[in-house]
Antibody, heavy 118, light 109 residues
Framework: QVQLQESGPGLVKPSETLSLTCTVS????????WSWIRQPAGKGLEWIGR???????NYNPSLKSRVTMSVDTSKNQFSLKLSSVTAADTAVYYC????????????WGQGTMVTVSS | SYVLTQPPSVSVAPGKTARITCGGN??????VHWYQQKPGQAPVLVIY???DRPSGIPERFSGSNSGNTATLTISRVEAGDEADYYC????????????FGTGTKVTVL
């Protein structure tokens, strides 16, 4: 079955760029939307953005100026870059597949903790 | 932007029924999806399109959506149902984006 795995640095300095990659295994990345979602400790879920395998993107309006997503179909991977990070960006970051008409997240990665600190 | 409001907590005895509400302006016109999240784990989709269950989700989980409120119902609650639950919609009214509810902690007494 399809599995997702996040990877990237667990510690990022303030003002720098957070970079994460999600690797899709057990199935093709093609013909789906893929998303990033984050969750600060003890808080709720926040959607960051989504990308289609064509490269088309939508971002959370509150993060849009700092977010860039990309996809590499040859590697079955998609990526997140979040610039100018602050302590408020410290969270568990999940990647997820979007399905059911592009409306719901049916498969999630295990999540990766990213801390913003000097 | 669109806001989804859930009660912070719901407590229920084993074998009883838990109902978790998700309030939003005219939410009945949108498709609502529900996720269960246990401590230290990623969320799991338990209901999509208001009331459909993914494969492997027990029939004890059901959903409804009308007017300004969507509801996730857990029948014959078990200790293993203790978790945080989030509702979610796709908001296409302005900037196209996904919105999650505030989350509800279900405690099994």
């Amino acid at each position: 079955q399809v599995q997702l795995q996040e990877s990237g640095p667990g510690l990022v300095k303030p003002s720098e760029t957070l970079s994460l990659t999600c690797t899709v295994s057990g199935g093709s990345i093609s013909s789906y939307y893929w998303s990033w979602i984050r969750q600060p400790a003890g808080k709720g879920l926040e959607w960051i953005g989504r990308i289609y395998t064509s490269g088309s993107t939508n971002y959370n309006p509150s993060l849009k100026s700092r977010v860039t997503m990309s996809v590499d179909t040859s590697k079955n991977q998609f990526s997140l870059k979040l610039s100018s990070v602050t302590a408020a960006d410290t969270a568990v970051y999940y990647c997820a597949r979007v399905t059911h008409g592009g409306l719901a997240f049916d498969i999630w990665g295990q999540g990766t903790m990213v801390t913003v600190s000097s | 932007s669109y806001v989804l409001t859930q009660p912070p907590s719901v407590s229920v005895a084993p074998g009883k029924t838990a109902r978790i509400t998700c309030g939003g302006n005219n939410i009945g016109s949108k498709s609502v999806h529900w996720y269960q999240q246990k401590p230290g784990q990623a969320p799991v989709l338990v209901i999509y399109y208001d009331s459909d269950r993914p494969s492997g989700i027990p029939e004890r989980f059901s959903g409804s959506n009308s007017g300004n409120t969507a509801t996730l119902t857990i029948s014959r609650v078990e200790a293993g149902d203790e978790a945080d639950y989030y509702c979610q919609v796709w908001d296409s009214s302005s900037d196209h984006h996904y919105v999650f509810g505030t989350g509800t902690k279900v405690t099994v007494l």
